[in-house]
Structure formats: structure tokens, C-alpha cells
């Protein structure tokens, strides 16, 4: 029992960027300037289609759920790395490892998931229009979504206990600027066969197959948009789906490239340069690519708004 609790480091050191020091004061300011951006922007999403009528749909029910992934996601990550490039300790506590490894884990299964409900919610809308309200009712998207996070907590918990399992044998270096399970199974020693075994199995289901019922889903789509006889028709189609494609893009491509190859041949550099995309700049970037290319948000945004300026105008007036 005490060589078991020797391997447990009470805090792991987080290097980042040390090899590049010169990194850590930009990356500070830019992550300063990014994370509010990212709650303000996601934030916005979910108040819109909450408050809007007109985007009380399926579409926009399964969006406000991604930005609030988004904004946990963020969330989970940010503030640490801030705090460490910041400081000179660049230190995390064993608890707050676990703690932090659970909860990025969980909302990135989440959104993994939920892409690809988005992509079949898009599937429905555009190939089979006339069974949309039937097949996409409130009850089916209430229990794709359950699915979507009970899932990812069960990923999330016990892929977190296996890894955390693992001996450090005193190791308290992480060559990463988060707790991320990939590179806690590099750093551990001992027989790590089976953790990289399961993590595979694991990303297989959550990555390789919702990957695969994303592309299925747009083969379907593509088929139909080309069908569809007015000009008008067609742009209207391709911008509805043209932002969630560019969101999938933009988020399984840096996961798939470090979670689906081995941990042990993963190079130096890129789970941190990844962690920071998918992590970071992916849930800075989705509210905005959704506004920009949907007149719908745009519009609801919009009248938001205007709204808020309107009730400040009218207590200013009612003050005075």
C-alpha cells in the first residue's frame, strides 16, 4: 500500500510551453481576450434561442446544448492555463488533476456526440422534410440529448478511474498545459498495453462512428440539395448545414489526430497546440460561425438586442 501512494504525485508540474518560454506571455494575453469572448458568445447563443420563439426547434434546441458544452468546455480548461502562465508555479493539485481530467473529457464525448445528432437532426430536415415535426418531436430530442451526456459521464468516469490507476512511479511531469488522459498514460510507467488499448476501443465509439454517421449523414444531404430545383432552394439548404460542417471539421479533425494513434507515439508539442484548438479556439469560433452564416440568429440576435437597448432607453426615461 505505501509503494502504491509513493506513485501517486500529491501535485503535478504542467511544463507547457517552457521549452518555448518566450510563448507564455502572448498565449496569456490572447487566452485573456479569448475566454471571455467564447462565454459571451456562446452565452448569446443560448439566450437567443431561448428567448426567440421562432428558433424554438429542433435545430436551435440541439445548438443551445452544444454552446453549453462549449462554455464547460472552455471553462474546464482556460482558468488553469491562465493561472499557470501567469505564475511561476506551474503546479496542479492531484484532486484538482482528476477533477479537471473528468470534466474535459466528459464535454468533449458531449460534443463528439452531439455533432453528430446535429448532423442527423440536418438529415431529417433536408431528406425527409414532410416527416421532420414527426420523426424530430420534443420527447426524441429531450432523449437524444439524455443519451448524448449520460454516455459521455460514463466515458468520462470510468476512462478517468482507469487512467488515474495507473502507477507514476514518483513522475510529476506532465509535458502538457492541461490533465489530459493521453498524456498521463505517456508519462506513467509500467505495462500501459491495455489503457492504450481501451482508449482506442473508447475513441472508436466516440469519434470513429459519429464521425462516420456525420459524413453518411451529409452523403445523404448532398444527394438531396442537388435534387432541389430552385437556386434559392439549394443556398438556403447548404447554409443551413454549411456551419454545422464547418464546426465538425474544425473540432474532430485535432481530436481525431491525437486520440485515435497511439499515446506513445504522439510528439511533443501537439496534444498541447490540439488541446488549445479543440479546447479553445473551436468553442471561441462556433457562436460566431453560426451567426454569421444563419440569417435565423442573426436576425433573433438582433432583436435581442434591440430589445435590451430598448428597456435601458425606457428606465433612463422613466428615472428622469
Known sequence: MSGSNESLPEVFILLGFSNHAWLELPLFLILLFIYPLALLGNISIILVCILDYHLHSPMYFF?????LV???????????????????KKTISYMGC?????????????????LAVMSFDRYVAICKPLRYTLIMNHQICILLVSIVFSSSLIYAVSETALT?????????????????IPVLIKA??????????????VCVFFLAIPLALVITSYAYIGQAVMKIQSAAG?????GTCSSHLIVVLLFYGPAISIYIQPPSSITRDQPKCMALFYGVVTPTLNPFIYTLRNKDVKG??????????????????NVK
Open 234 to 238: 439549394r443556398k438556403k439548404a447548404f
Open 98 to 114: 482528476a477533477i479537471q481530467l473528468y470534466f474535459f473529457h466528459f464535454m468533449a464525448a458531449s460534443e463528439c456526440l452531439l
Open 188 to 201: 506513467a510507467c509500467g505495462d500501459k498495453s491495455s489503457n492504450e488499448l481501451g482508449l482506442s476501443v
Open 70 to 88: 462549449d462554455i464547460c468546455y472552455t471553462t474546464s480548461i482556460v482558468p488553469q492555463i491562465l493561472f499557470n502562465l501567469g505564475s511561476s
Open 164 to 180: 488515474l490507476q495507473l502507477p507514476m512511479c514518483g513522475h510529476n511531469e506532465l509535458d502538457h498545459v492541461v490533465c489530459e
Open 300 to 317: 433573433a440576435l438582433g432583436n435581442l438586442l434591440r430589445r435590451i437597448f430598448r428597456s435601458k432607453g425606457g428606465f433612463t426615461f
Open 63 to 67: 445548438l443551445s446544448n452544444l454552446s
